[in-house]
């Protein structure tokens, strides 16, 4: 199988059911950013040495390619929908409970890069927050559906919560 197909060499891509539009189309962004936090969540979690965060962030990983399948489906596809799990968010919502019960309140501004692996946590964050931007943008011209925006949110949220829970760890 070759991985290059030249489709995409005048700038132009396919989304889900086959339209073709422009590599700079919004929707484009948005799941580009989703991908590129995708895989940066995989450095993270490389990182990490607790297996039951290592394999929520996996879970989170999962999720990210339904977040970006529902990104790449133009308004108009004719296909079965790809549904996402709005149970995720609650779970990332106790997740964030969970981690905030366990650390010292912050009095002041974190300054990042106490070590590599909040560093990358927030590198993850920083890039959640580009997506949800990307995705808002999106919205502004083509409805996305709202649980995508609140999850990616949640995200962010979480991986705040991560860093900060990393940055313990000296």
Known sequence: MKI???TGDKGQ???LGGKRVSKADKRLEAYGTID??????????SKIDDDTTKTFVHDIQKSLFSVGAILATPPDY???????DINLIGKLENKIDEISNSI???????????????SIAHICRAIARRAERRII???SEQEVDYNIIMYVNR????????????EQKK
């Open 4 to 6: 290059y197909t030249k």
């Open 13 to 15: 891509t396919s989304l």
């Open 36 to 45: 590129e936090l995708n895989s940066f969540m995989g450095l993270l979690r």
């Open 78 to 84: 004719k296909g079965k929908p790809i549904e996402f």
């Open 104 to 118: 010292p309140p912050f009095t002041e501004f974190i300054v990042y890069g106490e070590n590599e692996i909040s």
């Open 137 to 139: 943008d999106l919205n």
């Open 155 to 166: 995200l962010s949220d979480y991986l705040y919560s991560l860093g900060l829970l990393f």
